[in-house]
């Protein structure tokens, strides 16, 4: 894989994780292996489902990761309470030297996913294990939230095309790419952000804005400059000015595009009253002789608003959401996070810990857990019945009907075992994947809760650590 960034991201992390891994080096416990699970414990936007994404960028960035001169000279720099330096030389000689030897397990990248479930499981060197935690978070979080919001969006079009359109209100460039990615991972046809499209492969798409139009004298000889400039693009913003009269001067330039051979592909609407323009601009348009050009909608679009257009009547073809789908408007944060769930000394046997929390719903799970899903063909076709978690020293003893094991193996001592797929693999993954899951679970409002249960055996077990955990 490319690197992600011309420099090192070794220190993407919080100084916590480093002064943690010195205290695993300053107490001896370098040797100790330890697994940690990343998971989340609500659907984001109250749904039913979650969309599981950033795998590959979190591969990545493991791929190149290491510290480099620059960084520890920058770590050197810092101190402490006592204006002393906070680490030691010998510390960083170590970090300098350090050769990833950590194990991964994953949830492939555009699977449905449920809470509690892990999608990654980090096993290794504790210190390394626990070096990874912020930035694996990072990742992972913000595009499983991007791809569900996009899944979520493409529901409510219905089979019509959405285009992302969120570049100029993303929060800053890192975070507009990754959404551009898991935008399109979650189901978008394509993206403004050409960036994003030179990156990952994904299909750019765009007209002309309203400065455009304005820079002329009118709208008539912004569209026919327009038209002549780019004859095989032609998609007309006509709401600069009065949308109707915009309308019918894309029309007429329109007319001009077919007398010369030239497609045109339609207008765009992103302002005012979209039901009824798009109706009145959907009857101008065929009553000139052009049923196929299509009417793009834009303007603060997200799955409820989409929903409500369609219900109404809205005659729009395809839909360009942009703010509300970058910055995930209504969720700012998935809120995953990264527990410890064994560790062992070298050679003896897992030692299992949780979280404990007042809140059942923080109470994690120990082990060395996998996620099972269970399966029921219906139809010719298979749909998810439940999920089952598990200890994978422990696992079912039976276990009735047809199921899928879903963590696999991505990482062993630091290197990649399995190659990644391609986006557009990714994104047909996800639609084979809605296809097979519960329509009560994919409603907007009040969606059933997907049956996710633990293991007889580790029920128990978390059973046993809690009453220790208080005593």
Known sequence: ?????????????????????????KTQKT?????????????????????????????????????????????????????????????????????????????PEGTVVFPQEPLLRVQGPLLQCQLLETALLNIINFQTLIATKATRVC??????????FGLRRAQGIDG?????????????????NVLAGKLYGIPVKGTHAHSWVMSFPNEAE????????????????????????????????AQWLRDHDYPFLGIRLDSGDLVALSQHSRSLLDAAGFPQARIVASNDLDEYLITDLKA????????????????????????????LT???????????????????????????????????????????????????????????????????????QGQPVVEQPSLTQIRAMVQEQLASCPEEIKRFKHPEIYPVNLEEGLSRLKERLILAAKE
């Open 1 to 25: 894989m490319k690197p992600l960034y011309q420099h090192s991201l070794s220190l993407l992390t919080d100084l916590y994780q480093l002064t943690m891994a010195y205290g695993y080096w």
């Open 222 to 253: 912004a569209f026919q400059a327009y038209a002549e400039a780019l004859p095989h693009n032609c998609i007309f913003l006509v709401d600069t000015f009065e949308t109707r009269n915009g309308v019918k001067q894309a029309i007429t330039t």
């Open 342 to 412: 064994a560790i062992r000394e070298v050679g003896e046997e897992w030692q299992y810990r949780l979280k404990l929390s007042e809140d059942p719903l923080k109470i994690s799970n120990p082990g060395k857990l996998q996620v099972r899903r269970f399966l029921r063909n219906q139809g010719g076709r298979k749909t998810f019945i439940g999920d089952l978690l598990y200890d994978e020293q422990h696992p079912p003893v039976e276990t009735a009907g047809p199921y899928q094991d879903l963590l696999i193996p991505v990482l062993r």
């Open 31 to 107: 040797g100790q292996e330890a697994v940690f699970t990343l998971f989340f414990r609500k659907p984001p936007f109250q749904g039913g489902y979650t969309i599981a994404a950033g795998l590959g960028t979190a591969l990545a960035y493991l791929e190149n990761l290491q510290f480099t001169n620059d960084d520890l000279k920058y770590l050197a720099t810092l101190t402490g309470a006592n204006d002393n330096p906070l680490f030691e030389n010998d510390f960083l000689d170590y970090l300098g030297n350090l050769r990833w030897t950590v194990e991964m397990d994953a949830i």
């Open 312 to 339: 109404a009547g809205a005659a729009i073809d395809v839909w360009g959401v942009g703010t509300k789908l970058v910055t995930s408007y209504d969720q700012p944060a998935l809120g995953g996070v990264y527990k």
């Open 155 to 164: 529901q409510a079009a219905q089979g019509q095309p959405v285009l992302e």
């Open 176 to 192: 507009a790419l990754t959404a551009s990615r898991a935008a399109y991972i979650g189901g978008c046809a394509g993206t403004s």
